[in-house]
């Protein structure tokens, strides 16, 4: 399965396509190109060269123009030169004669050009300026920004964008597809699929479910109750396989958290009040209204600490959801559930902190307040260096564990305060980038020094370095891990739960409040608090989606399921309780899913939704 961000768009059509080779031919390059691009003109001799020595009948090639004309301002003129060219069918003469020409794409320039390539120059000078002519160049331009194509040139190897590097052996290797090559091309596909880390998630939980009511049920208790000891001189630190997931593995999750939030708060979707303002009060809403629902199933009785179970939204699933929907739902309505998602992440990392921690010391605060002290001091002191806030961090880590504050805590406040930088200088980045390159070039009469070329590779390392922050590096870094590993084996160690007739017990107050809260309360306070967001004019009424839409949006955020799970596993330590738990988590979070899914599914169209947008 493709995602739309790197397949073309449309497909090729001979019939308005400019096309070099046979229809038949195995390997089709598709490239988006400007004329008066220097870049582009590399491409060209590399493609040439491919054409001439490496492919040849086995390779056709398609030309589509992208014309820069901020910074290239002849290349719209000249791609009007080809199209009129090909008018005449020489439109790969003057084709070449463009790429070789670039400092001579002047109107008057392209006319005695066409006198050269033997074409009716009155035709051509007439065609130049016609509206067909302009027309064909702006469908190209169109078809690029449907293909995402960001810049010249732009590849796509048999309808798929090609984001490798450009010299020979690479593109060779993207067109022959050896072993290693296609899995991770695959391996990339995957993670490029908004709905794969709950996918993966999804099957993690099924496999735990299967594998602990299976034969094998004992193996599953076992693996997890294997010990694993850290020791170094007379400190040691015992712990399960279950709680190296559940107390360790699972504070990098809650880091990558802290980076996403820090961003939004940032540049994102939280950084501008009244932008925020919509996703806040329903985030607010959608955890007071399940805890609510909880209690009042549960006040009083000895399960009432789980009020927090049931405030959950599991990010990973709901945007995963709402991305196999297309473009039935608006991006406006995706982006504020990301929003949305993102603040009940805060307020879940607030609730485990607050209220499920034990045994809460002076020693405990007073440590990791110090140590989040140190992380401040190294932010400001400008170190950009990973080591030291990853030393920090284990440190911080190690107070939070032994004394009883939640290892939760640990991650989000080391995230922020990871640096984040203001924005690079691109343009004195480009031009060191352009100088490292020219001097990898070998001197004309002698060998390759291998210690220059080992310092200009380093030079280009710290110059791709400082295009991103540490915040934005760390988190580009540790997603893949959080996503498609972490949040998986979190899932297979906790969704193995015994399916005995007792664990059903789905009219419990318990199991009542936990589905009640995430089924009917996340999609009620999500509403609740976006009108009344509105209402009061806190917040602006969102333009392109309706309260169908909005409320389709809601019952996917009750999907609680890796959240809940944790703060379930905080909340109870009785293991029927909390079996009984989990099991109302799972069963509410397919039930809110599908639900959402449907909603969404049948919503209105933009067209017919308009009268219905939220006033």
Request: charge should be negative; include cysteine; proline fraction near 5%.
């Amino acid at each position: 399965m493709n995602t739309p961000a790197n397949r073309l768009t449309p497909d090729i059509d001979s019939s308005r396509d400019h096309i070099w080779g046979s229809a038949n031919a195995p390997v089709t390059i598709v490239e988006y190109g400007d004329y008066q691009c220097t870049y582009c003109h590399s491409a060209h001799q590399s493609i040439r060269r491919l054409r001439e020595q490496r492919l040849g009948d086995r390779l056709r090639y398609v030309f589509r123009h992208f014309p820069n004309t901020r910074l290239h301002p002849n290349a719209w003129l000249a791609a009007q030169a080809a199209e009129a060219a090909a008018s005449q069918n020489r439109f790969w003469e003057m084709h070449e004669y463009l790429f070789s020409h670039q400092d001579k794409l002047n109107r008057d320039c392209l006319i005695n050009a066409a006198g050269e390539l033997g074409l009716d120059v009155d035709q051509f000078a007439r065609e130049l300026d016609s509206p067909s002519i302009d027309k064909r160049v702006k469908a190209d331009f169109s078809s690029a920004e449907n293909s995402n194509a960001y810049s010249t040139p732009t590849f796509f190897i048999n309808g798929r964008r090609y984001d490798g590097a450009w010299d020979d052996e690479s593109t060779m290797e993207a067109i022959e597809k050896p072993l290693g090559y296609k899995l991770r091309s695959l391996a990339q596909e995957f993670a490029g699929l908004s709905a794969s880390a709950g996918l993966l998630m999804l099957v993690a939980a099924l496999l735990a479910l299967v594998w602990a009511n299976s034969p094998w049920s004992a193996s599953y208790v076992a693996i997890w109750h294997t010990e694993l000891e850290i020791s170094i001189g007379d400190f040691s630190l015992p712990l399960s396989l279950h709680h190296w997931i559940n107390d360790g593995l699972i504070v990098v999750f809650f880091f990558v958290i802290g980076l996403e939030i820090k961003r939004e708060l940032i540049a994102g979707e939280l950084s501008d009040p009244r932008q925020a303002a919509l996703p806040i009060a329903a985030a607010v809403g959608g955890m007071v209204f399940p805890a609510a629902i909880y209690l009042l199933f549960n006040v009083g009785s000895d399960v009432s600490l789980g009020w927090g179970v049931p405030m959950a939204t599991d990010t990973a699933f709901a945007l995963g959801l709402l991305a196999m929907l297309g473009r039935r739902v608006p991006l406006s309505l995706k982006v504020f559930v990301a929003a949305l998602a993102i603040t009940d992440d805060v307020g879940a990392i607030l609730v485990l902190a607050l209220f499920y921690t034990a045994d809460i010391s002076l020693p405990s605060l007073g440590v990791a307040g110090v140590l989040f002290g140190v992380a401040l001091a190294l932010n400001r002191a400008r170190v950009y260096r990973v080591l030291p806030y990853v030393l920090v961090g284990i440190a911080l880590w190690l107070a939070t564990f032994f004394f009883g504050v939640h290892t939760t805590l640990a991650g989000v406040l080391l995230a922020l305060a990871i640096p984040t930088r203001s924005p690079p200088n691109t343009a004195g980045l480009l031009s060191q980038s352009m100088s490292a390159f020219h001097s990898l070039e070998m001197p004309p009469h002698g060998e390759r020094n291998e210690s220059r070329f080992q310092s200009t590779v380093r030079t280009l390392e710290t110059v791709v370095e400082r295009l991103l922050s540490p915040a934005q590096r760390m988190e580009r870094d540790l997603q893949p891990w959080s996503s498609y590993l972490i949040l998986p084996l979190f899932a297979l160690a906790n969704a193995g739960i015994e399916l005995s007739v007792g664990a059903f017990d789905l009219l419990h107050p318990l199991s009542a409040g936990i589905m009640l809260g995430l089924v009917l309360g996340k999609p009620m306070g999500i509403m609740f608090g976006a009108w009344l967001a509105v209402f009061t004019h806190l917040a602006a009424a969102p333009l392109d989606y309706g309260w169908r839409q909005l409320a389709g949006g809601a019952c996917l955020c009750g999907v609680g399921f890796t959240m809940s799970i944790f703060i379930a596993s905080a909340a109870f330590t009785e293991p029927t309780i909390l079996t009984l738990a989990k099991l109302s988590v799972i069963l509410a979070s397919l039930i809110a899913g599908a639900i959402g899914w449907f909603m969404l599914r049948g919503a209105y169209s933009a067209s017919d939704q308009r009268t219905e947008i939220m006033r």
